[in-house]
C-alpha cells in the first residue's frame, strides 16, 4: 500500500516568491497535518485538516495558509517567502481527527525540501 | 520554549554499546510517541506509550514511560550501525498537534 505521498521532493525559490506543496495521505485517511522542520529541530506543527475543515493552526504567520480537497489530499502555500522559511515540510496523514476523537496515529511522509535563496 | 526536552541533543558510540535517551517535560501528557528519523526522511513512528509506568520492548529497544507521565525514556542495547537516525519524543497536549522534542542524534559506528 502506498504510504503518504508529497511533492516536489525538492525546491529552490527566491525571497518574496510563493510556494505550493503537495500531500496525498494513506488511502482511507481523512486527516492531514503540516509540519515545518528546520535543520537540527523537531518538526513544529503548522495546520491540520479533517474532512476539508481547518481543525488546528499552530503559531505561524499569515502568509501560511493551506486547504484539503475533496479527495482529502492537501497543500500547503506559502507566500513572501522569507530566507527563514527554508526548511523540510512534512505532511501527516490519520485515520481519526474529528473533535473530540484525538490525533491518532500520524504517518509521515518524505518531505518537501524548500530551500529560500 | 521547547515543551519536550531530549537528551543528549548529539551522541556517537561504537557498534555492541548500550545507550540511554531521554525525554523530559513539566507537562503530563496522555501518551508519548517516539519516531525514528533517517536523513531525507519522514520520521517513522517506533512506538506510543500510554500508562504512568509503561515500559514496552521493541527487540532491542525498550521504551519506558515516567509514573507522572511527564518523561520518557529509550533505551538500546547492543547498538548497531543501523540504528544511526534521529530519535524523536513528541506528545499531544491539543487534540490536533504533535509537540516534539528537538530530537537526539545518534550515530553508530562499526
Known amino acids: 500500500d502506498a504510504g503518504v505521498t508529497q511533492s516536489p521532493t525538492h525546491l529552490i525559490k527566491t525571497r518574496g516568491q510563493h510556494v505550493t506543496l503537495r500531500c496525498s495521505p494513506i488511502?482511507?485517511?481523512?486527516?492531514v497535518s503540516w509540519y515545518q522542520q528546520v535543520l537540527g529541530q523537531g518538526p513544529q506543527f503548522i495546520f491540520q485538516?479533517?474532512?476539508?475543515?481547518?481543525?488546528g493552526r499552530g503559531n505561524f504567520p499569515d502568509r501560511f495558509s493551506a486547504r484539503q480537497f475533496p479527495n482529502y489530499s492537501s497543500e500547503l502555500n506559502v507566500n513572501a517567502l522569507l530566507l527563514g522559511d527554508s526548511a523540510l515540510y512534512l505532511c501527516?496523514?490519520?485515520?481519526?481527527?474529528?473533535?473530540?476523537?484525538?490525533?491518532?496515529?500520524?504517518?509521515f511522509g518524505p518531505g518537501t525540501r524548500l530551500t529560500v535563496l | 520554549t521547547q515543551l519536550l526536552e531530549q537528551s543528549p541533543q548529539f551522541l556517537s558510540i561504537q557498534e555492541g554499546e548500550n545507550l540511554t535517551v531521554y525525554c523530559n517535560s513539566s507537562?503530563?501528557?496522555?501518551?508519548l510517541q517516539w519516531y525514528r528519523q533517517e536523513p531525507g526522511e519522514g520520521p517513522v513512528l517506533l512506538v506510543t506509550?500510554?500508562?504512568?509506568?509503561e515500559v514496552k520492548k521493541l527487540k532491542r529497544l525498550t521504551f519506558q514511560f515516567g509514573d507522572a507521565r511527564k518523561d520518557s525514556s529509550l533505551h538500546i542495547t547492543a547498538a548497531q550501525p543501523g540504528d544511526t537516525g534521529l530519535y524523536l519524543c513528541?506528545?499531544?497536549?491539543?487534540?490536533?498537534?504533535?509537540?516534539f522534542g528537538k530530537g537526539t542524534s545518534l550515530l553508530v559506528t562499526p
Open positions: 513528541a506528545g499531544a497536549l491539543l487534540s490536533y498537534a504533535l509537540n
Open positions: 507537562s503530563v501528557f496522555s501518551s
Open positions: 488511502s482511507g485517511h481523512k486527516s
Open positions: 501527516a496523514s490519520s485515520l481519526e481527527g474529528g473533535r473530540g476523537l484525538g490525533l491518532g496515529t500520524q504517518y
Open positions: 506509550v500510554v500508562t504512568g509506568g
Open positions: 485538516y479533517y474532512e476539508k475543515e481547518e481543525r
